[in-house]
Nanobody, 123 residues
Framework: QVQLVESGGGLVQAGGSLRLSCAASGRTLSSYSVGWFRQAPGKERDFVAA????????RYQDSVKGRFTISRDNAKNTVYLQMSGLKPDDTSVYYC????????????????WGQGTQVTVSS
């Protein structure tokens, strides 16, 4: 079993940047692909980005391509989501999760989830 803890969320103005971190304990994160998802109030949880075990493969939701970058440091057992050019529509709780599949984008492909970190973008 793996425990995930997200951090780095906060309040930022439109156009600003944040870096989210997803730190793992219990098992080595390099055993898993990792995805980021987000959920706004009253909406479904949506795929944002995913990265393969080695970091070679990545996948993004179209709306964040060119603005968000997912990366990982397996030595630190941590995955990151660098977000720039933030928009009010990016306001959500952001979750990281692990998968045995390669950069999957569906919720059911992910096994372990963190508790989420709030990102709020003001206009």
């Amino acid at each position: 079993q793996v425990q995930l803890v997200e951090s780095g969320g906060g309040l930022v103005q439109a156009g600003g940047s944040l870096r989210l971190s997803c730190a793992a304990s219990g098992r080595t994160l390099s055993s898993y692909s990792v995805g980021w998802f987000r959920q706004a109030p009253g909406k479904e949880r949506d795929f944002v980005a995913a990265i393969s075990r080695s970091g070679t493969n990545t996948r993004y939701q179209d709306s964040v391509k060119g603005r968000f970058t997912i990366s990982r440091d397996n030595a630190k057992n941590t995955v990151y989501l660098q977000m720039s050019g933030l928009k009010p529509d990016d306001t959500s709780v952001y979750y990281c999760a692990t998968s045995q599949l390669l950069v999957a984008r569906t919720l059911t492909s992910y096994d372990y989830w963190g508790q989420g970190t709030q990102v709020t973008v003001s206009s």
